[in-house]
């Protein structure tokens, strides 16, 4: 069963890579306490992920701080380096977007938006979703129903439903 409006997020640790190398993150620590928008790719260097979904955080990342959310996470069921490559590549580093590996789909898996597309090589991989999520509850969530879709879990589209 996938989560939804009201449910709280479970606990999951995801991966960046920090200053010294890979680090452990804890989903409560990045939710506890602030207004938190999360988006899910299914892959990093994908074409949708690429060319439409990353980037329409990007430009919104203003008009979000400006409804006062604290940070914008990306998550995708990738390695953490590949994360921050791909971060580098988009200039979604730059753009203060937090760039989290979800590397062994375990928080993917534990909200229900697990997907396999083996046709195009992707498995256990994350739908393309956006949430707000105020002190863990999730109180927005907009799924897309195809992952090759982004438009309810745009930024804009996000933002429209804030």
């Known amino acids: 069963m996938s989560i ?4 709280r997020l479970p606990e999951a640790t995801l991966i960046q890579i920090g ?3 890979p680090e ?5 620590d990045k939710t506890k306490g602030r207004k938190v928008a999360i ?3 299914p892959g990093a260097f ?3 992920c690429h060319s439409a979904h990353l980037p329409s955080f990007i430009r919104t990342k203003d008009a979000f701080a400006d409804k006062g959310v604290d940070e914008i996470i990306c998550i995708s069921v990738n ?3 590949v994360m921050k490559a791909w971060g580098e590549a988009t200039g979604a580093n730059a753009a203060g977007i937090s760039m989290l590996a979800d590397s062994q789909s375990e928080f993917t ?3 229900g938006m697990n997907f396999d597309a083996p046709p195009a090589g992707l ?3 994350s739908a393309r979703y956006a949430m707000l999520v105020e002190d863990g509850e999730v109180t927005v969530l907009n799924a897309e129903e195809n992952p090759g879709q982004c438009e309810t879990s745009a930024g804009e589209g996000l933002l429209a439903a804030l």
Request: without cysteine; neutral net charge.
């Open 4 to 7: 939804k409006a009201g449910d």
């Open 19 to 21: 200053a010294d190398g």
């Open 24 to 28: 452990q993150i804890k989903i409560s």
């Open 39 to 41: 988006f899910a790719v």
């Open 46 to 48: 994908t074409p949708t």
């Open 79 to 81: 390695d953490p380096f």
């Open 109 to 111: 898996t534990a909200i």
């Open 123 to 125: 498995m256990a991989r």
